[in-house]
Nanobody, 115 residues
């Protein structure tokens, strides 16, 4: 059973930065895609950023230019560097990874941005 474990969330002031990590229990080089989603209370889960085959990335319009998704294959870890954080970025952030037709999710990490 694949496990994904997020870390790096916390409380930060508006304009600050955080880096989220998603450590996988297995080799990530064979994934079809990996990504970050977020869900605020009362809202649906939304895509934040995704990286697919060949390193092609896609970002939600609301985070373009501020967030960067990356992977370290040696560490089997995906990252989300979040800069210029805004109060509206406050959410639980989830990482996901897909091997073949099966997708796995982490447990989520809380990010709170104070104004």
């Amino acid at each position: 059973q694949v496990q994904l474990v997020e870390s790096g969330g916390g409380l930060v002031q508006a304009g600050g930065s955080l880096r989220l990590s998603c450590a996988a229990s297995t080799n990530i080089i064979s994934t079809n895609a990996m990504g970050w989603y977020r869900q605020a209370p009362g809202n649906q889960r939304e895509l934040v950023a995704v990286v697919g085959t060949g390193g092609v990335t896609n970002y939600a319009d609301s985070v373009k230019g501020r967030f960067t998704i990356s992977r370290d294959y040696a560490k089997n870890t995906m990252y989300l560097q979040m800069n210029s954080l805004r109060p509206e970025d406050t959410s639980v952030y989830y990482c996901t990874a897909k091997w073949g037709v099966r997708a796995y999710w982490g447990q989520g990490t809380q990010v709170t941005v104070s104004s």
